[in-house]
T-cell receptor
Framework: KNQVEQSPQSLIILEGKNCTLQ??????????LRWYKQDTGRGPVSLTI?????NTKSNGRYTATLDADTKQSSLHITASQLSDSASYIC?????????????FGQGTILTVHP | KAGVTQTPRYLIKTRGQQVTLSCSPI?????VSWYQQTPGQGLQFLFE???????NKGNFPGRFSGRQFSNSRSEMNVSTLELGDSALYLC?????????????FGPGTRLTVT
């Protein structure tokens, strides 16, 4: 069964600190992996999209890594800001005959305190 | 360029009623996908429409249906509402078909079933 597990479920950090969110998946065959940021009461916003051949992708202070061998991804946030407080969702898209089938993680709720 | 818009933003319905939600994609985008988000289940894919045709469908009962018009606008209908249908319904648009493409989400419609 395709699954995406994210850890931790929630995280509290101080403004200015760095943090790393984890995503482990068992989706097969793999097509791509996306990280979304969702502010409370709003729709998700795409941060990065990574295919099988990509190891690292950055978007400003956000850097995602992908290890297709271990089926793990991480999202690193540098020099956190109050506006980073949100839910971060990992989504894996399947390939092959299951093309486009999406499996969602439950998300990590990040709270940044001043 | 205007983003994805969804109407209404909030809705309260009674069990047994039906509801229709609307989504207008970003200008030029031809694919619209719908998602249900609840605290317990997280984000779940409902269906995707491209060129007025349903291209992908998630694991939801037949009470959930949708359609897409020639201008790419989409509607989602839920008949015989149940308490468990209370959720945030999100739509996302992308340039082309296939859920592997970059998707842009709307703000969602918050449906409450009493």
């Amino acid at each position: 069964k395709n699954q995406v597990e994210q850890s931790p479920q929630s995280l509290i950090i101080l403004e200015g600190k760095n943090c790393t969110l984890q995503c482990n998946y068992t989706v097969s065959p793999f097509s791509n992996l996306r990280w979304y940021k969702q502010d409370t009461g709003r729709g998700p916003v795409s941060l990065t999209i990574m295919t099988f051949s990509e190891n690292t992708k950055s978007n400003g202070r956000y850097t995602a890594t992908l290890d297709a061998d271990t089926k793990q991804s991480s999202l690193h946030i540098t020099a956190s800001q109050l506006s980073d407080s949100a839910s971060y969702i990992c989504v894996v898209s399947a390939g092959g005959t299951s093309y486009g089938k999406l499996t969602f993680g439950q998300g990590t709720i990040l709270t940044v305190h001043p | 360029k205007a983003g994805v818009t969804q109407t209404p933003r909030y809705l309260i319905k009674t069990r047994g009623q039906q509801v229709t939600l609307s989504c207008s994609p970003i200008s030029g985008h031809r694919s619209v996908s719908w998602y249900q988000q609840t605290p317990g289940q997280g984000l779940q894919f409902l269906f995707e429409y491209f060129s007025e045709t349903q291209r992908n469908k998630g694991n939801f009962p037949g009470r959930f249906s949708g359609r897409q018009f020639s201008n790419s606008r989409s509607e989602m209908n839920v008949s015989t509402l149940e308490l468990g249908d209370s959720a945030l319904y999100l739509c996302a648009s992308s340039l082309w078909e296939g859920l592997a493409d970059e998707q842009y989400f709307g703000p969602g419609t918050r449906l409450t079933v009493t």
